[in-house]
């Protein structure tokens, strides 16, 4: 025997239009929303995601769109936004760009193609920059990226403090010859790598710089490099998780140590970075509070569309280890 909408109505004790609203994300009370579940449970009822997406004209879905699902980061992330679109009754596609400008133009039309209610998008340099140009029937929260001149509402790190923090840190440690490595596909790394600059200057330091694929592999070569050649420097910042990994791959490649031969810092508090070597000096970032502050820009978006876009900036963490360790005897 089918169960509708009907016959759940029955079991919670409210009317139909009340379960519709309820299953839909739409405005009940935290009680109702959970008589209606608990109805839902107890009935065995499956929506007909098919017929109610022919009557709205919608799907009651939301695309997540990030640049590397393999950083952890972006992971963690993905987990929170699910986390609140649950809640709201929202399902999520989730697609996976490899940095990709193409991708991203395949998967921006996919989510026409789906009808969803909103995307919530890490891009590329090169399709923020063309964001505000594009005619999109659906709106779009930036999470880690942001063109606040595309015109949509955005949630990131405040990069710039976050990588002077870091700069400030190996220089109170004693370090001075301090280089930056920079993933060279979003705004993230140009945001950080001008912090790591203005505030290397601002100490009477002269920043190293290098920008270089957001992959492990190519941090790995480039730290790789500048062992081999003498030059290396006496710390190192990476700007992302991946480019983190690949700089610990290549110290130990090479044989030398951390910090004794190179101390290292970087973004991104994953689990790994405890473990590795004396531990890594790293930037947590909110990851949780960034998924869930785009899922609640992007309903409130569908609320009130005509509101003022909005920039979200929340502030990192320092959280110092074995990696930064003061350089004795300090120096003046």
């Not at 699910?82 to 921006?108: F, H, Q, W």
């Not at 062992?227 to 290396?232: D, F, Q, R, V």
Request: charged residues 20%; neutral net charge; aromatic residues 4%.
């Amino acid at each position: 025997m089918t169960v509708s909408i009907k016959d759940v109505a029955r079991a919670a004790g409210v009317s139909p239009a009340t379960v519709s609203r309820a299953l839909s994300g739409g405005k009940v009370s935290a009680e109702l929303r959970a008589q209606v579940e608990d109805a839902v449970h107890r009935t065995g009822y499956r929506p007909n995601l098919s017929a109610r997406r022919l009557r709205s004209q919608e799907s009651q879905t939301i695309g997540l769109i990030v640049a590397d699902i393999c950083n952890p980061f972006f992971t963690a992330v993905a987990r929170a936004v699910e986390d609140e679109a649950y809640k709201a009754g929202l399902r999520v596609i989730l697609c996976n760009t490899d940095e990709n400008p193409e991708k991203e133009s395949m998967y921006l039309q996919l989510m026409e193609e789906e009808r969803v209610t909103g995307v919530i998008f890490a891009p590329t340099r090169a399709t923020a920059g063309r964001l505000g140009k594009l005619r999109l029937n659906y709106p779009i929260v930036l999470i880690d990226r942001a063109d606040i001149a595309s015109g949509q509402d955005a949630v990131v790190l405040d990069n710039a403090a976050a990588a002077t923090m870091l700069v400030e840190h190996l220089h109170g440690q004693g370090y001075r010859h301090i280089a930056g490595l920079f993933g060279n596909a979003s705004t993230t790394g140009i945001e950080r790598h001008a912090g790591f600059t203005a505030a290397m200057q601002r100490l009477g330091l002269q920043p190293e710089s290098r920008f270089v694929a957001p992959s492990i592999e190519a941090a790995e070569a480039e730290i790789a490099s500048w062992l081999s050649h003498g030059h290396a420097p006496e710390a190192v910042v990476a700007s992302n998780g991946l480019l983190l990994m690949g700089v610990v791959k290549a110290i130990r490649a090479a044989g030398k140590r951390i910090p004794e031969d190179l101390a290292v810092a970087g973004f991104d508090n994953e689990s790994w970075t405890e473990l590795a070597g004396p531990g890594l000096t790293v930037i947590e970032q909110p990851v949780a509070e960034i998924g869930r502050t785009a899922m609640h820009l992007l309903l409130e978006r569908l609320e009130t569309p005509g509101a003022p876009v909005r920039k979200v900036v929340l502030g990192g963490r320092c959280v110092v280890r074995g990696s930064t360790k003061a350089v004795q005897p300090l120096l003046a």
